[in-house]
């Protein structure tokens, strides 16, 4: 079976320094992969580039059988719109817009009229447990509030791929727990995801796979 992700020899080079040392990795369908590593190891190089946000200065990034490296800005646009959902550290949530504005957001950006975005987006909110909060603004939530926000977003579209970064570095430890199990809810039900985190207890929870960098390559992986 073809993988969801399959990166080929990719190179990313920043002047002398190269982020990615010709990295090859496979990603199946339904897997959850943690990326693990020291700080300035490539791991958040090689999230921007399975994103489509950064481009390899040599090499392949193929996702769903299309290869990114190969498109046009406007065609990552709506690659990314489409295909990725993407979590981030500290949210990234727009703090003029109420909760539910902020997850109907990225379904409209696609042209899904304003009632289904809606319906979506309240769906979204119940099974997270947070569409009490749906008209508060972000900077009344708790962080663990907020990142259940960030995922509902990240999911709006159902995306293939869900990319999570330091999903909870910016959490307290009850908060990150909760955003754990959150994760390996999402993983259960069949949501590929691809997560980059110093937390060890992250990466034990959730994933059925531990890829270890370094210098920019893959020194190590573990299979459980």
Known sequence: MEPM???MDVRKEYGETAALAGVTLDIQAGQAVAVMGPSGSGKSTLLNMIAGLDRPTSGTVVVRGEDITAMGEAELARYRRRRIGMVFQFFNLLDDLPVLENVMLAAQLLGTSRKQAQSRALELLDELGIADRRNAYPVVLSGGERQRVGVARALMNRPALL????????????????VMDLLLDLNQIGQTLLIVTHDERLATRVADRVVAFEDGRVAAEVTR
Not at 163 to 178: H, K, V, Y
């Open 5 to 7: 992700v399959q990166l």
């Open 163 to 178: 990319l999570a970064d330091e999903p909870t570095g910016a959490l307290d430890s009850r908060a990150g727990e909760q």
